[in-house]
């Protein structure tokens, strides 16, 4: 069956950057819009941003806005998410998703993780000095 594979996940200071990736195998991301969610312990799982295949349009959580920038390579079948001046509070586990339903258009209901079909097993952010 069809993967999403989430990477790119680690320990890293305040302040500092990660680029997390989402690559596909068993199918072809460039149909699909890409949601990347995040959850904390003990804390419901929240959306962070969303990458559209259509119109390559993108979304962002107010947390995350001028910080994070998502982004496609249909090359490479890959989206990335990166992350720039990180904060403690950014610690999760980071999933990618696919919004199969809507295919390659963001859901209305952008951060709406009931929108998404197919999930990543979620790479570690640890933020700490």
């Known amino acids: 069956q069809g993967q999403l594979v989430e990477s790119g996940g680690g320990l890293v200071q305040p302040g500092g950057s990660l680029r997390l990736s989402c690559a596909a195998s068993?199918?072809?991301?460039?149909?699909?819009?890409i949601g990347w969610f995040r959850q904390a312990p003990g804390k419901e799982r929240e959306g962070v941003s969303c990458?559209?295949?259509?119109?390559?349009?993108?979304y962002y959580a107010d947390s995350v806005k001028g910080r994070f920038t998502i982004s496609r390579d249909n090359a490479k079948n890959t989206v990335y998410l990166q992350m720039n001046s990180l904060k403690s509070e950014d610690t999760a586990v980071y999933y990618c998703?696919?919004?199969?339903?809507?295919?390659?258009?963001?859901?209305?209901?952008?951060?709406?993780?009931?929108?998404?079909?197919?999930w990543g097993q979620g790479t570690q952010v640890t933020v700490s000095s």
């Open positions: 998703a696919t919004a199969y339903a809507t295919g390659p258009q963001c859901p209305d209901e952008t951060w709406n993780s009931g929108q998404y079909d197919y």
């Open positions: 068993g199918f072809t991301l460039d149909y699909y819009a």
């Open positions: 990458i559209s295949s259509s119109d390559g349009s993108t």
